[in-house]
């Protein structure tokens, strides 16, 4: 692990958004990491390529589940279509972790995937966190924890009651299990 005891772990907290809630999610997440003693960055993979990314330990990705998977071209067309942020079509999580394939090596590091998703379709058998997870685990990344859903009302918003405060929790208990593992 590249974290040691006389420095701060580090994060990178790398989201896709469309309507704005995936990224309220990824900003609650961050919150707790830094609680627990991340020094985190969070980027959107709008507007930050994986080489951006300063160095980091651990790795938490999250999306919006489109089709019961991560975003593809035609349902990011389709969610701007609909009212989502004009340059969300340009790239989405799944093309960031084709790059980051080619790009970094994963080594020892440590992962954590959640996603959005509509509270009428909550338990669904596949999911955007679920396909990023495998393709993490497929680059050598190593889950702290299982992919991990987070509510939304209806495609547009807004996150669901408590989810935020969920989210801060879910960060800290990621950061926990993140610092134990690079401690061994």
Request: charged share 25%; net charge negative; proline share 6%.
């Amino acid at each position: 692990m590249t974290g040691t005891s006389s420095e701060a772990p580090r994060a990178a907290v790398v989201y896709e958004s469309m309507f704005g809630c995936t990224e309220a999610i990824a900003h609650s997440v961050t919150v707790g990491l830094e609680e627990v003693g991340f020094t985190v960055t969070a980027r959107d993979v709008r507007t930050d390529t994986p080489d951006d990314l300063p160095p980091f330990d651990l790795l938490v990705v999250g999306a919006p589940t489109h089709a019961f998977s991560l975003s593809r071209p035609a349902t990011r067309r389709d969610a701007v279509d609909q009212g989502g942020r004009p340059d969300a079509e340009s790239v989405g999580l799944r093309e960031w972790l084709e790059v980051l394939a080619q790009t970094t090596t994963a080594g020892d590091r440590l992962f954590a995937a959640f996603d959005t998703r509509v509270g009428k379709v909550r338990f669904v058998p596949k999911a955007a966190a679920t396909r990023a997870s495998r393709l993490l685990v497929h680059q050598g990344y190593h889950a702290v924890s299982r992919p991990t859903p987070f509510i939304v009302h209806d495609v547009y918003g807004p996150v669901a009651d408590g989810e935020q405060e969920r989210a801060r929790q879910w960060g800290r208990t990621v950061g926990q299990s993140a610092a134990a593992r690079m401690s061994q």
